[in-house]
């Protein structure tokens, strides 16, 4: 069964910085992409990074240049390397990945269980 592992939230000043890891286990035939989303407090989930097979990148406007997505060596972990951390990046960040299963020639969306960040003045 496939799975997301999430870990590297927590506790940052304002100006800090983060890094969030995410690991995709079980039978794994492809993964077609990987992002983050997050969930601010009271508002809806939105798309903050992703990373493509290609390894092109899309980043949300709000944390383009302090943000950095990349796939790990094996290609089934994603980071998140968080700079210049603001109050308003505080929320649960949630891995995401399109994952066709070994079992399956159809690809299915996973999450993972999410992280709190939050961002202190």
Not at 5 to 17: P, R
Not at 34 to 60: C, F, N
Request: proline share 3%; aromatic share 10%.
């Amino acid at each position: 069964q496939v799975q997301l592992v999430e870990s590297g939230g927590g506790l940052v000043q304002a100006g800090g910085s983060l890094r969030l890891s995410c690991a995709a286990t079980g039978s794994i035939l492809r993964i077609n992409a990987m992002g983050w989303y997050r969930q601010p407090p009271g508002k809806q989930r939105e798309l903050v990074a992703a990373i493509i097979t290609d390894s092109s990148t899309h980043y949300a406007d709000s944390v383009t240049g302090r943000f950095t997505i990349s796939r790990g060596s094996g290609e089934n972990t994603v980071y998140l390397q968080m700079m210049n951390l603001k109050p308003e990046d505080t929320a649960v960040y949630y891995c995401n990945a399109n994952i066709i299963p070994a079992t399956s020639y159809v690809d299915y969306d996973y999450w993972g269980q999410g992280t709190q960040v939050t961002v202190s003045q």
